[in-house]
């Protein structure tokens, strides 16, 4: 009884292990990222050998592993796989790059942490994830949601006194030398643009993984046509610049690989698993936690200096997100995606489940 009681809990846990795992990973890709496009790494080179990295190290463990679960290849499946690979891959990360290079990548990151809200909008629209406020539950990740959002906009626009830690003693304050007004408005833009366009790659791929659930293989064609589509793109943008191809035993070499095979592979994998028990929504919604450990990290490494701001906004972030795992969390596994059916209409306040007409009342 004991072991089965164990073994509910790490099956309740694995979900919120994974995400977080993710983004500790995202997190590492986001500084080694910036270091070498500072160098002068071309972002569209970038995504492009990051995806193939990722294609060659998935490829294989997807021919195999999936060999026994892979469906048949459609048209359709193939055509959303295409967008899937345009989406994200192409769409997404060029746009963030260059709306980091138009402003800063505090800016950048502070822009992106909308992404666990438009994420739940599309969700709601597309019946995803179904909401009814007089279910506590269903409040719970509402609000959740958008206590993650703006907890990320209160690590970065509200700074207060710094905090002494010890291993900051001593380091100056680094040089944040602000952007002008028209620089500003394409960063938030293209940022914005890039945002919905991650968002719309979640959803879909909530979407095909119903028809086509091999996340293994999913990963793997993702990651191919991502180099394929980012190899057009690239070879037009940096066209007479053959230069920017190069790459050797450096930083570059070392940031390829670090972001195709963690946050492109195992990063789509992931996500992939996650959003088949749990959806869409709370997957992203522990994007805003990769502003918690990339300040962590940046005070580390970099002995940054921390600000009362920044830990305000963590704990409004950490309360977040658990509102969001309470309000998950008696969400049925599910084959596919989350639905929450109808729930009776009694006037106490119900604890809604997935998949089931039955309530639970408080």
């Known amino acids: ?49 990051r995806h193939a990295v990722a294609t060659l190290v998935m490829a294989p463990f997807a021919l195999y592993f999936d060999k026994k679960v892979r469906p048949k290849m459609t048209f359709m499946i193939f055509f959303r796989i295409t967008l899937l690979g345009l989406l994200e891959p192409v769409i997404d990360q060029n746009l963030y790059y260059l709306g980091m290079k138009y402003t800063t990548a505090t800016f950048a990151t502070a822009m992106y942490n909308v992404l666990p809200a438009i994420t739940f909008i599309l969700a709601y629209i597309f019946g995803l994830e179904r ?34 830690l010890f291993w900051t003693k001593g380091a100056s304050a680094p040089n944040t030398a602000g ?29 095909t993984l119903r028809t086509y659930p091999a996340e293994l293989s999913l990963t793997a064609w993702i990651c191919l046509m991502g180099t394929i589509e980012g190899t057009v793109v690239a070879l037009v943008m940096e066209k007479g ?9 450096d930083a570059k070499l070392l940031t390829v690989t670090y972001s195709g095979i963690v946050c492109s592979g195992i990063g789509y994998y992931v996500g992939g698993i996650v959003m088949k028990t749990k959806g869409p929504v709370f997957v ?14 940046s005070t580390i490494i970099f002995a940054e200096q921390m600000y009362l701001g920044r830990v305000l906004g963590a704990v409004v972030i950490c309360a977040g997100l658990y ?33 089931q007409d039955g309530v639970e009342t408080l």
């Open 284 to 297: 992203t919604a522990f994007s805003p936690l990769g502003m918690i450990i990339v300040a962590i990290m």
């Open 179 to 207: 952007t002008d007004i028209h620089s500003a408005i394409k960063g938030a833009v293209l940022v914005t643009i890039g945002c919905f366009s991650y968002a719309c790659f979640m959803i879909l791929q909530a979407v």
């Open 1 to 49: 009884m004991e072991e089965v009681r164990k073994r509910g809990c790490m099956e309740k846990a694995r979900p919120v292990i994974l995400v977080v795992l993710l983004q500790v990973g995202l997190a590492g890709m986001d500084i080694l990222s910036k270091a070498v496009l500072n160098k002068g790494m071309s972002n569209y080179v970038l995504v492009v050998y």
């Open 131 to 164: 909401v009814k406020l007089r279910c506590i539950r269903s409040a719970g990740k509402v609000i959740g949601t958008l206590a993650t959002v703006g907890g990320a906009m209160i690590m970065t626009l509200v700074k207060g006194p710094v905090l002494d």
């Open 241 to 249: 610049n053959p230069g920017a191809w190069a790459i050797g035993w």
């Open 323 to 355: 509102l969001v795992i309470w309000g998950k969390s008696k969400d049925y596994k599910y084959p596919s995606t989350p639905q929450i059916d109808g729930e009776s209409a009694q006037p106490s306040v119900q604890l809604c489940r997935n998949g």
